[in-house]
Structure formats: C-alpha cells, structure tokens
C-alpha cells in the first residue's frame, strides 16, 4: 500500500487547473482573432463592394460610348503590347490614355451654376407657345468653363451654351418654347452638362426646380342667353314635390318640421286642421357632360381633340353661369376585372381654372368602359339631372347612343354630341334623344343657338 502526501496531490490538481485554464484561454483568444478578422474581411468587401458599385454608376453616366471604345482600345492596347512586345500597340494604348486624362479637366465645375428658370405663363392654350428666361450664375470662386445646360419639356429638349463665366458673372437667355398639344408638361429640370470636345465623356448635374405647364384645350364661348337647349329647361317645373317653390301643386296636411310661412290658413279654418301648401319643384338645369374615353370610339386624336373641346366648352359654361355640373370621363380598368368593375372619373368642376386643368390630362383609354356605361353610372350617381350632354366620336352608332340615353331617368333630357370633322353640322330629334352633329368647334355655338328656335 502507498501512501500519497495530501500537499503533492493538491498541488497536482492545481496544476491541472491552470493548464487547463491556460488552454481555455488561448483557445478563446484564438476564437476572438478569427472572428475580428472575419468581421474585417466582411467589412472590407462590403466597402469595396460600394465602391465598385459607386464606381460602376459614374461610369455608367461619366463614360459615352465613344469614351468606352478609346478606354477599350487603351486596355487592350497597353496588355497586348507589353505581353507580346508590339510597340506599334503599345504606342496606341498610351495614346488612348493621354486622350482619356485630357478629357477630364472639362469635367469639372458641374456644381458651380445658379440657374434660374422662369416662364411668362404656367397655363397656355393648345397651339400656343411659350417664352420664359434661363438665368445662369457663377456661384464657385474660380473660373467655369464653357458649358451646356439641357432644359427638358415634356419628351422634348431644350439645348443652351453657357460660355466662359468669370466667378460671380450672370449670363441671361431667352426661352422660347414652340407651340404645343394639349397635356400637361414638366419643364425641367434644369441640367448642366459637362463634355470634352471629342465627346468622350460627360458629367450632368440636375437641378430641382420643375415647372408644370397646363397646356389647355381650345374653347369656343357659348353665351348663356343662346345657350338654347338649356334655357328652355330652366325653371321648367318637374314631377318631385317640395315644400318650397314656385309651381304651385296642392294642399296637404301639417307635418312636423313644416315650415309656418307655407301654412295655408283658408284652408285651415275650413278644415279646422293645419293646411300647408305643396309645391313641384322648378328645373334647375344640373348639367351632366359625359365625355367618351376609349380608343375605339374615335376616329384618330384630332376627332378625340375637338370632342375635349366641346366638353370643355359646355363645362365652363355652367361654371360661369354657376350652374351644378358634373364632369365625367372613363378611367383605365385593368383587363383581368374589366366587365365586373365598373369606375369613372370626374373632372372638378369648382372653377375655370381647375376645370381646364383637369381637361389638359385626359388622354383616350384603351381598357375602360363604353360610353354607355359611362353614362349609365353617371347618372346612377347624380340625382335630379336635368341635361346631359354625351360627347363621343364618329366611329359610335347611334344605337349605342340610344342605350347611354336610355341610363337617364325620366326627367333628363339628353343630348349627343357627335365630333365627326368630315361631316356637316346638323340637328337630329330621336325619341328621347338629341343629336348634333359638329364639324368644327364654332358649329357648337350654331347648333345650340337653334335649339331655342327648335
């Protein structure tokens, strides 16, 4: 039997311990390094990731293709030539190069403009032009050389040289926009473009300020005293009855929340009851202008263009006559629920000026509803319309006419307006339908003048 002494065996344990100890820790600074260096790895390739990424973008919009063949042939020139030993490509690779560092000064001073871009007018009619003036400052504190600034409207583009500006120097230009359709267009924003003479490369700078131009569609005044097919309905009385009017109907007994000025007190002392007085309600000419939308049902754009017009004009004469009107266009419909959802559009109608500017927007649809359609849901959503005009084009029938008059009540009379430009203008009276015919934009005014003598 031996015999171990306690001391050597606390002594053996401790030692264990502490190497074990020594292990642990080595393996866990081991475990740190390897992970902080992973941590760098990653966030080295994230930034170089970035950048070449960055770096891509500016070469996307710095490099033209002319300045990415001469990079090409510089690449492929100063390769081949050193590999191989050609001297005649290595001379082209390094003339290559030289051109692309002569193109870089003209780079610079892309952010050195002010520019300041006004317009005599932000609402013109179709046809129309219009002016305005292009302001440029050099804002840095050295020279800016010679420079372009690109000005687009719409799908269009306006070209100026700016010339050699001294720090602080302004050099003003005109704007002169030619005539324009119909639509609504952003003018701007302003861009200054840097290129070299070889057109290599090119560097654009974007400014933010954009105007909207609301280019109108061409009116034709209607007077409201000759506006005949109107004037006869107002004050027509109808077959709805109210408290208060000027067609006199009959007398009925009191009902609370009757008003005391209608009690009618003959008949009330005959009757020994509350008698008060009922009457039909007056016509008060609530317009509806219906305004067909699909493709289909135009000839070609100018057809579409004269019945915007027509609209337009019957539109701002109730506005200006402060009658209740309802402005109604198709909207797109997506094809997978078309024949199940049925949606239009109204124009605001609270003044002339948005009136017209809703109008510079519309645009012919090709997935929306039939004119009929149009009109059915118009009318499903307006109460108590008076008049409705249905403005289409050439290509509809006349039956198609006849089942959009067809979705008014009653009481509504109906009017199409057919926008042929081949066709002369006449008037046709169908049951429950009216139909003009117009040729022009002036035989609007025409047509409606005889209405009254109709």
Excluded at 246 to 268: C, L, N, V
Aim: glycine fraction near 8%; proline fraction near 5%; hydrophobic fraction near 45%.
């Amino acid at each position: 039997m031996t015999l171990t002494d306690p001391r050597q065996t606390r002594l053996s344990l401790e030692t264990d311990a502490s190497d074990r100890t020594t292990q642990v820790t080595s393996t866990t600074r081991r475990g740190g390094r390897i992970v902080r260096a992973v941590v760098r790895v990653t966030e080295g390739l994230r930034v170089a990731g970035t950048a070449a990424a960055s770096g891509w973008a500016w070469a996307a919009h710095t490099v033209r293709p002319a300045g990415a063949l001469v990079l090409a042939a510089a690449t492929a020139g100063l390769v081949l030539g050193l590999v191989f030993g050609w001297v005649e490509w290595i001379v082209a690779g390094a003339v290559a190069v030289v051109l692309l560092l002569m193109t870089v000064p003209f780079l610079f001073g892309t952010r050195l403009y002010e520019v300041d871009l006004q317009l005599a007018r932000e609402r013109i009619v179709a046809g129309e032009g219009v002016v305005g003036e292009v302001v440029v400052r050099n804002a840095g504190t050295r020279l800016a050389l010679p420079g372009r600034i690109d000005i687009p409207v719409g799908n269009g583009l306006v070209e100026f040289g700016v010339p050699l500006l001294r720090p602080g120097h302004t050099v003003s230009q005109p704007l002169d926009i030619p005539s324009l359709r119909r639509g609504v267009y952003d003018v701007g924003p302003a861009t200054t473009v840097r290129s070299d003479p070889l057109g290599l490369l090119r560097r654009e700078h974007a400014f933010e300020d954009v105007h909207v131009l609301y280019v109108h569609p061409r009116t034709v005044s209607i007077p409201s005293t000759s506006t005949g097919l109107v004037r006869d309905l107002e004050g027509s009385p109808t077959r709805r009855l109210v408290d208060a009017d000027m067609s006199f109907h009959a007398i009925r007994e009191y009902a609370p929340g009757d008003a005391r000025r209608q009690i009618h007190w003959k008949s009330t002392a005959k009757t020994g009851q509350l008698m008060v007085r009922q009457y039909e309600e007056s016509r008060r000419s609530r317009m509806a202008v219906v305004l067909a939308s699909s493709i289909g049902e135009f000839a070609d754009e100018d057809e579409y263009e004269l019945a915007v017009s027509c609209a337009a004009s019957l539109g701002l004469r109730a506005v200006h006559d402060v009658r209740e009107v309802e402005v109604v266009v198709g909207t797109e419909i997506p094809r997978v629920v078309r024949g199940r959802l049925r949606a239009i559009r109204r124009l605001p109608a609270t003044s002339t000026r948005t009136l017209l500017d809703a109008f510079s927007g519309v645009e012919m649809i090709e997935s929306t509803m039939p004119v009929a359609e149009v009109g059915r849901l118009a009318a499903e959503s307006s109460d108590h319309l008076s008049i409705a005009f249905v403005v289409v084009g050439s290509t509809v029938p006349l039956t198609r006419l006849r089942q959009a008059a067809l979705g008014f009540g009653a009481e509504t009379t109906v009017v199409a307006v057919i926008c042929d430009e081949q066709a002369h203008p006449r008037t046709r009276t169908l049951p429950g339908l009216t139909v003009l015919t117009v040729g022009t934009l002036d035989d609007l005014t025409g047509l409606l003048l005889q209405g009254a003598t109709s």
